[in-house]
């Protein structure tokens, strides 16, 4: 059923973004197959961050304002079936002071970590890119259209964000990550984008003590070695003011998983180990996550190591996805 859910809310999700995209191309008909096929394979891959820009309706650099973001990095990923996922952190990210983040250190975690998933549309003749988000960090990102200006030139891809209402205008190079030079047949099998199907834990007899319905998200192993990871809990709320409040804050900030960085895999024991370079809990950069992992068909299945409850009871977790496109 959960599976179905996100099939639906994908489907319907694409379907409106798509009537958007048409009528920003002035269509009657939906474009040729091959056609998009062609230009999603420019963009398919993954693309690292290596430089922003800001330039105010002068063409003048802006070095200095809330417009300018120095220092970030990130990641962006396309694959030829027209899924994408966007990661990006600020430098210097302090760590929660605890093990759980005050609402003001959650608020400042989330106002300077990216992240959103969904698929894309290119539009070829005008340059423009549009991704179609199914979800995000940001629930008033959800569901809607990021539309971006862009250059393909080499292994360097430039996206224009919509000029800001003072005149800015930021752009963001990111360069084309070459894919890993000698890939095993378990990486081969691993690379792709897969949907979250369900996520359940269940103690040393096997009973299930909990899971997780409608919960949505994408993991992304990459040809170059890397993973991307979004999860999101079903019935996220919209600030209802301007600012959020301390529980829409903690409210948005639990409900949302997501990190990045390479990853290796180790054949001999099944078992893949994700490194994150960045990730929304800033506790977490620079720590690894090991995963247990079944392949069967279009699934996957990832373990983390047992762990113990309050009761000193053994739980394992598991987390199953489906491989979407190719």
């Known amino acids: 059923m959960q599976a179905f859910v996100f099939s639906l809310l994908i489907g319907i999700v694409s379907l409106v973004a798509t009537h958007d995209v048409s009528a920003q191309r002035g269509e009657d008909q939906p474009p040729d197959p091959k056609a998009v096929r062609a230009a999603n394979d420019r963009f398919a891959g993954i693309w690292k961050l290596v430089g922003e820009e800001t330039r105010d309706a002068k063409d003048q650099i802006v070095s200095a304002g809330p417009n300018v973001r120095a220092g970030r990095s990130g990641y962006i990923v396309y694959d030829s079936a027209g899924y994408m996922g966007v990661t990006i952190a600020w430098p210097a990210r302090p760590a929660f002071a605890g093990a759980q983040p005050t609402a003001q250190e959650a608020r400042a975690a989330m106002s300077t970590y990216t992240s959103y ?183 996957l299945t990832l373990k983390p190591p047992v762990t113990k409850n309050s009761n000193g009871d053994d739980v394992q977790t598991a987390i199953t996805w489906e491989r979407v496109g190719d």
């Open 117 to 299: 998933w969904g698929s894309f549309a290119v539009n070829e003749a005008n340059s423009i890119v549009t991704h179609q988000t199914f979800g995000a960090l940001s629930p008033a990102t959800s569901g809607i259209n990021q539309v971006r200006g862009f250059t393909i030139s080499g292994n360097r891809l430039t996206l224009r964000p919509p000029t800001l209402a003072n005149g800015d205008q930021r752009t963001l190079t990111w360069e084309r990550v070459p894919d890993l030079p000698n890939l095993t047949p378990t990486h081969r099998k691993l690379i792709g984008f897969w949907k979250l199907i369900s996520l359940e834990r269940r103690n040393g007899k096997g009973e299930l003590l909990s899971s997780n319905p409608g919960q949505t998200g994408f993991i992304v192993y990459t040809a170059s070695g890397h993973v991307m990871v979004h999860m999101m809990q079903p019935y996220r709320r919209r600030n209802v003011g301007a600012a959020p409040t301390p529980e829409e804050t903690m409210a948005t900030y639990r409900t949302y998983t997501s990190y990045f960085g390479p990853y290796t895999v180790n054949e001999s024991e099944q078992s893949v180990v994700h490194h994150l370079a960045g990730a929304l809990n800033p506790r977490l950069t620079g720590t690894d996550f090991q995963r247990s992992f079944e392949l069967s068909g279009k699934r």
